[in-house]
């Protein structure tokens, strides 16, 4: 039966190919962070001629009242009719403003709670949203109020199923002078 002899090491053998595969790892990561790319655009591509808009959430809200049965031709015509008189009173068009923030307050009768009139007006939402293409795309949120305090005036919202939308435009231009404390 043969022997097998075991080899005695000093442990200085491996320490040469630690060595060795430590500069590899080092010289990999140096080329790897020297690689650069270049990118020609196709010969058909325009370059950007102006800046994305950078839109500014206007404080100043108001108060759009909205049909408890509203559809597209009934309501959204309505509703965007309010929205589209706010921007042009303000001095602005549609390529400048347009809603950014719309809260919904749903009312309730006296033997219901806030909660019914919101969880009516979250109900609500994407009916509003299908009735204007001005609301497609707009955060809204919801609450339940009888009234609500709207650019400093009490705007009724009234019992259940009556709907008040409390609208905020963002606007593309010079920075708004507006005080948004009150």
């Known amino acids: 039966m043969p022997r097998f002899r075991r080899r005695h090491s000093s442990g200085d053998e491996g320490i040469g190919w630690i060595y060795a595969d430590l500069f590899l790892a080092m010289t990999v990561v140096g080329l790897g962070s020297s690689i650069v790319t270049v990118s020609n655009p196709s010969p058909g591509a325009a370059a950007p001629t102006t800046a994305p808009k950078t839109f500014q959430l206007s404080c100043s809200e108001f108060p759009v009242r909205v049909p408890g049965n509203i559809q597209a031709r009934n309501g959204g015509e309505r509703i965007e009719k309010a929205i589209n008189d706010e921007i042009a009173d303000r001095g602005w068009n549609a390529e400048v403003a347009k809603p950014g923030l719309v809260l919904v307050m749903g009312g309730f009768a006296g033997s219901e709670t806030p909660g019914q009139g919101d969880g009516r007006a979250k109900a609500l939402l994407p009916t509003l ?3 204007s293409p001005l609301l497609e795309r707009v955060e809204m949120r919801t ?3 009888r009234s609500v ?3 400093g005036d009490n705007v009724s919202v009234g019992g259940a199923g009556s709907y ?3 609208v905020y435009l ?3 231009g010079p920075p708004l002078d507006e005080d948004c404390t009150t």
């Open 170 to 172: 963002l606007f593309s």
């Open 164 to 166: 008040v939308m409390i």
């Open 129 to 131: 949203r299908r009735a």
């Open 143 to 145: 609450g339940g109020a």
């Open 149 to 151: 305090r709207v650019d």
